[in-house]
């Protein structure tokens, strides 16, 4: 019976020289490497055990990849304030987490929704909460005009720079 120790993996990723099965060697990135040839191809560490990335065929470690300029900088969410590294949600020049673009009146997901923003482009809503609580007031009655159920838009009446709904109008006007 053979010596498992004597057995030649193939040539390793790094220096090129034959692995054997006594030499601790390890499998990543599709190649095959000594242990000690394992390493981060900024800092030198070994990367054995450890989360590695790769970029044109050179391995470095997490830190060197995320914080030293090899890879390209990475968004920061606009929400939470923490590096993205997954998944970039992009909404009116602004980076989220997909988890983190939220309304900022409800809490809701706001992930494949329909949203609305203030005029600053800076607080987001989900579509009814603006409605809520950017709609104009009815001079009438002072409730908010908003869409009819189902309905995406508003009918209000303007005059002398007041709204009013539709059914509110015509009990103003005989006040006047």
């Given at each position: 019976m053979e010596d498992n120790c004597d057995v030649c993996f193939g040539a390793c990723g790094r220096c090129r020289e034959a692995v054997h099965g006594a030499d601790g060697a390890c499998r990543a990135a599709g190649q095959i490497f000594h242990s000690k040839c394992f390493t981060c191809s900024s800092c030198?560490?070994?990367?054995t055990g450890e989360p590695f990335y790769t970029i044109s065929g050179k391995i470095y470690c997490e830190d060197d990849f995320?914080?030293?300029g090899v890879h390209p900088k990475l968004e920061v969410c606009s929400s939470c304030g923490?590096?993205?590294?997954?998944?970039?949600?992009?909404?009116?020049?602004?980076?989220y987490h997909p988890s983190c673009f939220r309304c900022v009146v409800c809490g809701q997901s706001l992930e494949d929704q329909p949203f609305s923003v203030d005029t600053d482009n800076k607080k987001v809503y989900?579509?009814?909460?603006y409605h809520r609580v950017k709609a104009p007031r009815c001079a009438a009655c002072k409730m908010p005009i908003?869409?009819?159920?189902?309905?995406?838009?508003?009918?209000?009446?303007?005059?002398?720079?007041?709204s009013f709904h539709v059914e509110c109008f015509g009990s103003e006007v005989d006040l006047i």
């Amino acid at each position: 019976m053979e010596d498992n120790c004597d057995v030649c993996f193939g040539a390793c990723g790094r220096c090129r020289e034959a692995v054997h099965g006594a030499d601790g060697a390890c499998r990543a990135a599709g190649q095959i490497f000594h242990s000690k040839c394992f390493t981060c191809s900024s800092c030198c560490k070994m990367l054995t055990g450890e989360p590695f990335y790769t970029i044109s065929g050179k391995i470095y470690c997490e830190d060197d990849f995320l914080y030293s300029g090899v890879h390209p900088k990475l968004e920061v969410c606009s929400s939470c304030g923490h590096l993205i590294s997954d998944n970039v949600l992009q909404a009116c020049g602004t980076s989220y987490h997909p988890s983190c673009f939220r309304c900022v009146v409800c809490g809701q997901s706001l992930e494949d929704q329909p949203f609305s923003v203030d005029t600053d482009n800076k607080k987001v809503y989900c579509v009814s909460d603006y409605h809520r609580v950017k709609a104009p007031r009815c001079a009438a009655c002072k409730m908010p005009i908003l869409p009819t159920e189902g309905s995406t838009d508003c009918i209000r009446v303007v005059s002398l720079n007041r709204s009013f709904h539709v059914e509110c109008f015509g009990s103003e006007v005989d006040l006047i």
